[in-house]
């Protein structure tokens, strides 16, 4: 099966804590996504890459931190810098940066900061 | 800017009514217009888009008009189901870029 994979579905740390996100995907897509969702927000997109090695900050970038060393992973790091952590996570592919293209999105993870 | 106004929710419909979400957008230039839906504990999965002006874009009776003249994308369907449950986000790509701007979502309630 094709699709894209967060684990885990739940996850709580302690304040003060850097806790990473998984985001893997097979469908050879170039491009990858975080997006943050807060109740009554919407989507705000974190950071994305468009290609292996290389990644670009999004409009909430600030306390995150994102790697892009292979074409099927894009883990999310949350640091101690990130004020108000708590929130669920959404990880996304696309086929490659055309406007038109679909993003498909992972089940994504709920993360608690106690 | 670019930005997405979706109407507040949540709607509530009997099943079998008529529905409306109003989308408005604004863009620079020609942007690609989505509808996607957010099931209970779940991830988004589109629904449908639209990427040129009078474009229609449709998918499980749900359908939704690029209008550029009013810059809108409003998603209808004529008789909702209980499963139709969900929250749907409005979302636009602005022309020659890959991200996505989402409107703040409306959640519909169908009950039997």
């Known amino acids: 099966d094709g699709g894209i994979t967060q684990s885990p579905k739940y996850l709580f740390r302690k304040e003060g804590q850097n806790v990473t996100l998984s985001c893997e995907q097979n469908l050879n897509h170039d491009a990858m996504y975080w997006y943050r969702q807060d109740p009554g927000q919407g989507l705000r997109l974190i950071y994305y890459s468009q290609i292996v090695n290389d990644f670009q900050k999004g409009d909430i970038a600030e306390g995150y931190s994102v790697s892009r060393e292979k074409k099927e992973s894009f883990p999310l790091t949350v640091t101690s810098a990130q004020k108000n952590p708590t929130a669920f996570y959404l990880c996304a592919s696309s086929i490659d940066s055309a406007s038109y293209n679909e993003q498909f999105f992972g089940p994504g993870t709920r993360l608690t900061v106690l | 800017g670019n930005s997405v106004t979706q109407m507040e929710g949540p709607v509530t419909l009997s ?18 217009l989505f509808w996607y839906v957010q099931y209970p504990g779940e991830g988004l999965q ?13 998918n499980k009776g749900f359908e ?3 209008r550029k003249e009013t810059t809108s994308f409003h998603l ?17 790509s602005p022309y020659n870029t890959d991200k996505l701007i989402f409107g703040t979502g409306t959640r519909l309630q169908v009950f039997p």
């Open chain 2, 64 to 66: 939704a008009t690029y």
């Open chain 2, 46 to 58: 589109l629904l449908l888009k639209a990427t040129k002006a009078d474009d229609k874009g449709s």
């Open chain 2, 76 to 92: 209808e369907k004529g008789s909702v189901q209980v499963s139709d449950s969900a929250v749907y986000f409005c979302a636009l």
């Open chain 2, 15 to 32: 099943e079998e009514a008529f529905l409306t979400i109003n989308c408005t957008y604004t863009a620079t230039g020609y942007p690609s």
